[in-house]
């Protein structure tokens, strides 16, 4: 049984940074899954942050976080991080780890629909 748990999240000041991590368990380690992040907010729709495959290439990242983001993976030990820097309060969210196992190339990485497999996610508070 496919498993994603996250943790990491926290709350902070702005300008402050958090490293999520996502544990997979239940599938071993693939070069073709990609892995995402992805946050919803009260009463707004669930986004993507960021997303890498297995092989460690092209990472993929929402304007929003550019330049304060970055996702990694130890495939060692099936984790991915998504560290955030300079955080600001618009990054308040429940975020979310995913993981597409289908290999579901046609939908975007940020489409949430893409991903079979999700975490029960990780609440982040940045205040001001």
């Known amino acids: 049984q496919v498993q994603l748990v996250e943790s990491g999240g926290g709350s902070v000041q702005a300008g402050g940074s958090l490293r999520l991590s996502c544990k997979a368990s239940?599938?071993?380690?693939?070069?073709?899954?990609?892995m995402g992040w992805f946050r919803q907010a009260p009463g707004k729709e669930r986004e993507g942050v960021a997303a890498?495959?297995?092989?460690?290439?092209?990472?993929y990242f929402a304007a929003s976080v550019q330049g304060r983001a970055a996702i990694s993976q130890d495939n060692t030990n099936n984790t991915v991080y998504l560290q955030m820097n300079n955080l600001i309060p618009q990054d308040t969210a429940m975020y979310y780890c995913a993981a597409d196992r289908q290999r579901n190339f046609g939908l975007s990485w940020d489409d949430p629909s893409r991903y079979g497999n999700w975490g029960q996610g990780t609440q982040v508070t940045v205040s001001s």
């Open positions: 239940g599938y071993t380690y693939d070069r073709n899954v990609l």
């Open positions: 890498t495959y297995g092989d460690g290439g092209r990472p």
